[in-house]
């Protein structure tokens, strides 16, 4: 059974941190592409950042270049997300994404809210 499990969201005041994690299973974990995506109220979900199977290169939205950085352990089957110097438009539900061929594996979302 695949299954994708984020943790680590909550409510951080502006400026704060977060680490997301994201643990994988029921799959070949270092053989996927993974990707982080958030989805704020009454928006459409958005990438946010990517991590590629091979070489670990990243890649990232340009409202959060610089502020967040996208990593993985594939001994951990894990992907990571840290978020530094949050904004209140960084709130949004955060999903957890693994691309592969053919197929694609979505967690459940994590909630992040920043705010004062």
């Known amino acids: 059974q695949v299954q994708l499990v984020e943790s680590g969201g909550g409510l951080v005041q502006p400026g704060g941190s977060l680490r997301l994690s994201c643990t994988a299973s029921?799959?070949?974990?270092?053989?996927?592409?993974m990707r982080w995506y958030r989805q704020a109220p009454g928006k459409e979900r958005e990438m946010v950042a990517g991590?590629?199977?091979?070489?670990?290169?990243?890649n990232y939205a340009d409202s959060v270049k610089g502020r967040f950085t996208i990593s993985r352990d594939n001994a951990k089957n894990s992907v990571y997300l840290q978020m530094n110097n949050l904004k209140p438009e960084d709130t949004a539900v955060y999903y957890c994404?693994?691309?592969?061929?053919?197929?694609?594996?979505w967690g459940q979302g994590t909630q992040v809210t920043v705010s004062s």
């Open positions: 991590i590629f199977s091979g070489d670990s290169s990243t």
């Open positions: 994404n693994a691309v592969g061929i053919p197929y694609t594996y």
């Open positions: 029921g799959f070949t974990f270092r053989n996927y592409r």
